[in-house]
């Protein structure tokens, strides 16, 4: 079978004939070293696709899985979101069991779309991140948004004087919960009324996160 014209079954032997083998030798080599932080773990570019990814066990469960979840924008500039907050939800849903298949904690390492106002890119990406964030918050799941810094570049959220894009911004100055004695629960951000909750379940066994 062939999806978006690559033969899936390529993909998954690429990930556990080459891909895996190199994150264990990774793992054990950043380990052996000394380091404890999380470490992240990637899924190939075609991710980038909405292409399930084939996680494998990499001798460490301390990790993060950072697919870049692109959605319908593929990461391409010649691509805008339509507007289906459907299909963001289905690639959150496809990575958080892509990621409990790791034995890792979601974060979206990557997303964004085109950022030029000529052609409505702009306006479709101010939507776009709009409900990413949406699906994000109600799933509890932290991210990156590509990007910000002065440049050409057309997925940066400033041109290259360094002046903001639109509401990109705004949208993404929202507050945060920095640390949480207990479990959270449920968080969201209404950005008109800009009103913030955060729910969580006490628990005084666990430290503060």
Known sequence: TETAGLPTHALATFEHDTLYPAYRRWVRIVREAGARQMLAIEPPVTRNLGLAAHPEPVGDTDLLWAPHLY?????????????????????????????????????????????????GFLAATELFL????????????????????????????VDAAGNEKGTLVDLLARPYPQATAGIPQALHWDPDTRTFTYSFAEDPARSVR
């Open 130 to 157: 709009h409900d990413a964030l949406e699906v994000q918050e109600e799933r509890l799941v932290g991210s990156a948004f590509w990007a910000y810094f002065p440049t050409d570049n057309t997925f940066s959220l």
């Open 71 to 119: 959605t319908e924008t593929a990461g391409l500039p010649t691509l805008a979101y339509d507007g289906n907050q459907a299909a963001i939800e289905a690639d959150v849903a496809l990575a958080e069991s892509e990621a409990a298949a790791q034995g890792a904690v979601l974060w979206v390492g990557e997303y964004g779309g085109n950022t030029t106002e000529a052609g």
